[in-house]
C-alpha cells in the first residue's frame, strides 16, 4: 500500500531538533561544550586525582565544578559566535585546540600558559617534525577530528538574523549566570585547590590556551612592540685596551635545554664530561635561568633587567651584543636554533640551516660541530678596524633540545646505551630517556672542547676565552613531568638550574688579572642569568653606565 505524504500539521508538530531543517545550534553547542570540558580534560582529573591532599570524594566534587565551570564558559564563548557561516568552524578550530592541548598535556604532563604560548608560536618546522608521532596522531583524530566530522555533516536550523542574535544573547546570558552560581556553590573547594595547586588553572583546557593566547596578544597594547630603545649610548673600551697585543677574543656558547644536575663537573655520577673534566675549566654549580623556555631566558639573558623586572619593562631595549658593538668590538651570532628571539638583530649573524656541510647536516638539522666548520673565515669578514680591538661569537645551540633527544648526538658519541630513539618519551624506560639525553650532554662536552681547543690555536694572536651557560634545563620524567616550560613560581627546579662553565687562556688571564683559581672558589655561590650582562661586559672590559659591577661573576677575581 503506497505511503501518504505527511500532512502539513503534522510536519508542524513534530519536535524542533527533529525538524528536517536540522538541530538547533544551542543543543550542538552544549554538545560540544561538555564533549570538551569532559573527555577532553582527562589530563586534568588526572592530575586532581593525584593530589594527595584530597580525599577521594573532594575529587569527585571539584572535578564536577570544573567540569560544569569548562562547559559553561566554553558554551558562552561559542554561543557569541553562534552564526550561519562562523558556528561549525568555530566549534571545530575548539575540538582541534582542545585535542592538541589534551595529547600535550597528557603525554608530557605539561600546563599552558602565555610562556607556553610563545613557545608554540615561535616553533619553526624542525621543532614541530620533532614532536609528531603516532600518538598525537590518533588523539587528534579521536577527539577532534571525529567529534569535527560528525559535526559538518549535521544540519542546523539557524534562524532569521535578529532572533538568532536574541538567542546568543540568550545562552551567552544564562552560560554565565550558571558559571558565576556554579563557581558561588563551590568556590572554597575551587579557591582552595587553585592557591595551594596553582599548575590546576593552567590545565583547564582549551581555555588555558585561548587565554594564553589572549595574554600574548595584548602585549603590544601593554608596550610598544615595535619601539626599541638605545642601551649603553656611552659604552668604550676600558683601559686594557690602550696598550693591547692581542685583542680579546669571547666565545659565548649559548647552551639549549641543558640541566645542570646531569653534568658530571658539577656531580653527577656518569662521566658526561670527559673533555672538559681535562682542560682548566670552572664550572658554577648554582646558576639558574631566567626563565623555563628559550622564548623567556634568552632575550632576559642579554638584556639589563632581572628576571623580576624584564616582564614589566616599560619598553624594550636593545642588548649586550648590541653594547658591545657599539663599543666598537666586533660581534658575530651563529645559530644552530629556531633563531636568537631578537638578540642578534642587529649584529652580523648567520643561521645553519643555510649551511651545506653533509657529514654534519641533514634534511635542513645540523649537529652543533658545524658552528665551527668555516669559523675563521667569518671571523675574517668582519670589519678589520673592529677586529683589530677584539671579537666576540656568540654560538647557539640545538644542544639538548627534546622529545628527540636521541637525534641530538652523532653515532660516535653516543657513550649511554640503549637509548630512547623516540618522541613518545613514556613508551621508553627511564634508563632509555636518561641515556638519550646524558649523550646530548656528552656531546655538548665534546662541542666545548673542540672549541676550546680552537680558541686555544688563536693564543699566538688572540687572548681567547669561553662562557657557556645554558638558557633552561629539562624534566626528564621525574613526577611525571616532561619536558620544560612549567611556569617559573612552579617549575621543577631541573628546569631552572643552569650549567655555566667559565674557560680563560693564560693570555685572558693575564689580560684582566682574572684567574681561575679564584673562580673555583666561588663555585657554589649562587648566580644567575640576571648577572649575564654584567658579566659578558666585564669580561671584555667594556665601560657604560649600565654596567654594574656588584652583578659581575669575575669583578670579584679581578685583581687590581
Not at 592557591?195 to 594564553?212: D, K
Request: glycine letters at 6%; aromatic letters at 8%; one cysteine or more.
Amino acid at each position: 500500500m503506497p505511503l501518504k505524504p505527511s500532512s502539513p500539521a503534522s510536519r508542524r508538530a513534530a519536535p524542533n531538533h527533529l525538524s528536517p531543517q536540522g538541530i538547533r545550534p544551542l543543543w550542538v553547542v552544549m554538545l560540544a561544550s561538555f564533549w570538551i570540558a569532559t573527555v577532553c580534560n582527562l589530563a586534568l582529573w588526572r592530575t586532581l586525582a593525584r593530589l594527595p591532599d584530597l580525599s577521594t570524594n573532594q575529587v569527585l566534587t571539584i572535578s564536577v565544578a570544573l567540569a560544569l565551570v569548562i562547559g559553561l564558559a566554553t558554551t558562552g564563548l561559542i554561543s557569541l559566535l553562534a552564526w550561519r557561516w562562523t558556528l561549525k568552524p568555530v566549534i571545530i578550530l575548539f575540538c582541534i585546540s582542545a585535542a592538541l592541548g589534551a595529547y600535550f598535556m597528557q603525554a608530557y604532563n605539561i600546563v599552558i600558559d602565555k610562556t607556553m604560548m610563545v613557545n608554540t608560536l615561535q616553533t619553526d618546522v624542525r621543532e614541530t617534525r620533532d614532536l609528531l608521532n603516532w600518538r598525537l596522531l590518533a588523539t587528534v583524530l579521536v577527539l577532534g577530528v571525529l567529534p569535527s566530522v560528525l559535526l559538518w555533516r549535521q544540519a542546523i536550523r539557524m534562524q532569521r538574523p535578529v532572533r538568532q542574535a536574541l538567542a546568543n544573547l540568550t545562552a551567552v546570558l544564562v552560560s554565565t549566570a550558571l558559571l558565576v552560581l556554579v563557581v558561588m556553590l563551590f568556590f572554597q573547594s575551587i579557591a582552595s585547590v587553585m592557591r595551594n595547586h596553582t599548575h590546576v588553572r593552567y590545565l583547564m583546557n582549551p581555555l588555558n590556551s585561548f587565554y594564553a593566547l589572549g595574554a600574548v596578544a595584548a602585549k603590544p597594547f601593554l608596550r610598544d612592540e615595535s619601539a626599541l630603545l638605545p642601551l649603553g649610548e656611552d659604552a668604550k673600551l676600558g683601559a686594557s685596551y690602550a696598550a693591547q697585543t692581542k685583542p680579546p677574543l669571547l666565545l659565548l656558547v649559548l647552551g639549549e635545554t641543558a640541566r645542570s644536575a646531569n653534568f658530571s663537573l658539577n656531580g653527577y655520577n656518569r662521566p658526561t664530561n670527559p673533555r672538559l673534566s681535562q682542560e682548566n675549566v670552572v664550572s658554577q654549580r648554582n646558576a639558574w635561568a631566567c626563565g623555563t623556555s628559550t622564548a623567556a631566558s634568552v632575550p632576559c639573558m642579554f638584556s639589563h633587567f632581572g628576571r623580576e623586572d624584564y616582564d614589566n619593562r616599560p619598553a624594550n631595549y636593545e642588548g649586550v651584543l648590541d653594547v658591545l658593538q657599539r663599543a666598537g668590538l666586533a660581534v658575530l651570532w651563529i645559530d644552530n636554533q629556531s633563531g636568537c628571539k631578537g638578540v642578534c638583530d642587529r649584529v652580523p649573524n648567520v643561521n645553519t640551516s643555510q649551511l651545506q656541510v653533509p657529514e654534519l647536516c641533514t634534511k635542513g638539522e645540523c649537529f652543533d660541530e658545524v658552528m665551527l666548520q668555516g669559523l675563521d673565515e667569518r671571523i675574517a669578514a668582519l670589519p678589520a678596524e673592529r677586529r683589530a680591538k677584539g671579537v666576540v661569537v656568540a654560538m647557539h645551540q640545538m644542544g639538548s633540545h627534546g622529545p628527540a633527544y636521541f637525534k641530538r648526538s652523532p653515532q660516535a658519541l653516543k657513550k649511554f646505551l640503549p637509548e630512547c630513539t623516540t618522541n613518545a618519551l613514556q613508551s621508553c624506560s627511564t634508563s632509555e630517556l636518561v641515556n638519550a639525553y646524558d649523550n646530548t650532554i656528552v656531546y655538548t662536552d665534546h662541542l666545548l672542547g673542540s672549541a676550546i681547543q680552537w680558541l686555544k690555536g688563536k693564543e699566538a694572536q688572540a687572548a681567547p676565552a669561553l662562557l657557556y651557560v645554558s638558557d633552561h634545563g629539562e624534566s626528564l620524567g621525574e613526577n611525571n613531568l616532561y619536558l620544560h616550560g612549567m611556569p617559573y613560581s612552579i617549575a621543577p627546579d631541573v628546569q631552572k638550574q643552569v650549567p655555566w662553565i667559565t674557560w680563560l687562556s693564560p693570555t685572558f688571564e693575564q689580560r684582566t688579572r682574572i684567574t681561575a683559581d679564584c673562580l673555583r672558589k666561588k663555585i657554589d655561590d649562587r648566580i644567575s642569568h640576571d648577572n649575564y650582562f654584567h658579566s659578558v661586559l666585564g669580561l671584555m672590559n667594556v665601560q657604560t653606565q649600565v654596567y654594574k659591577a656588584g652583578m659581575d661573576v669575575y669583578a670579584g677575581c679581578a685583581k687590581p
